[in-house]
């Protein structure tokens, strides 16, 4: 069976309610269509193993390759369906079956109705606000443009671009940014959320130390925030290594990881 390890994360906020008792989240990012034991069944259970408040996924749960199969990643979600609530994001792979149905057909539509189908709550370019153990959260599921990936442009992301989906964060609420890509978060950070979480790197493939990765899939060596926590003012980012593989199914001091995050006044 596949493994992953657990990566714990403890964040203080003066908008949390308790400083005795904190909200958990479990974040899953870049899964890729990896089983996780028969039906996807060992993924889910240790999730819930780990009694959060909430699961939050950060995309890539697919590969976006056209007729690639997708039960993995779909029966993960009906694993986890009616016993957590559960929200999601849309990553780079999710973003091109939606933008380019002529090459994908309705793959989108496939992926999207087994998330919704299953009470999972999908972000695109939209926000959700609720309250967990008496603390308001605001969470924004960002869809980062096409270009913005491109491994070979090396743009700048205007803070315009975020600012033209989303209102300035909820004064009364924790706000949380699922931003796939890390590589903005200079960006991120002007929009002044809480949290932010990321993935995409993979860890870097290679990772040295315990926040240096090697490469990332931007072909850029040594990615900034590749892996890791970043804290900058009254903002963290962390990003994930993530939880599957694509095209380079290998790591090296960089394994697959199940994240938590702990918030607690």
């Known amino acids: 069976m596949t493994k992953c390890v657990i990566k714990y994360y403890g964040i203080h906020s003066r908008k949390a309610v308790s ?17 996780y034991g028969k039906g996807n069944r060992g993924l889910a259970e240790k999730i819930l193993a780990l009694h959060p408040d909430v699961v939050l996924i950060g995309g890539d749960l697919i590969v976006g390759k056209p007729e690639q199969p997708m039960d993995a990643a779909l029966a993960f979600i009906r694993n986890l369906s009616g016993r957590v609530p559960v929200y999601a994001a849309n990553g780079n792979h999710e973003y091109r079956l939606r933008i380019y149905p002529e090459t994908y057909g309705d793959m989108y539509d496939t992926y999207r109705r087994g998330l919704t189908e299953n009470h999972v709550t999908l972000l695109e370019n939209e926000s959700s606000v609720f309250s967990v153990r008496g603390m308001k959260v605001a969470l924004y599921g960002y869809e ?27 004064e009364d609420a924790y706000n949380i940014l699922l931003a796939h890509y890390p590589k903005y978060f200079p960006t991120y950070v002007r929009w002044k959320p809480d949290l932010i979480l990321s993935g995409h790197y993979h860890g870097g493939v290679v990772r040295m130390g315990k926040r240096r990765p090697l490469i990332g899939n931007d072909l850029t060596f040594f990615p900034k925030y590749g892996y890791g926590s970043h804290t900058e003012g009254d903002t963290t980012m962390i990003v994930s290594s993530g939880l599957g593989d694509h095209t ?18």
């Open 248 to 265: 380079i199914p290998f790591r090296l001091h960089n394994p697959r990881e199940l994240v938590v995050v702990d918030i607690r006044k």
């Open 144 to 170: 980062l443009k096409r270009e913005y990936y491109d491994r070979f442009a090396h743009m700048e992301l205007p803070l315009s671009e975020i600012t033209d989906v989303f209102p300035a964060p909820a």
């Open 19 to 35: 400083a005795e008792d904190s909200i958990r989240l479990v974040f899953v990012s870049d899964l890729h269509n990896v089983s």
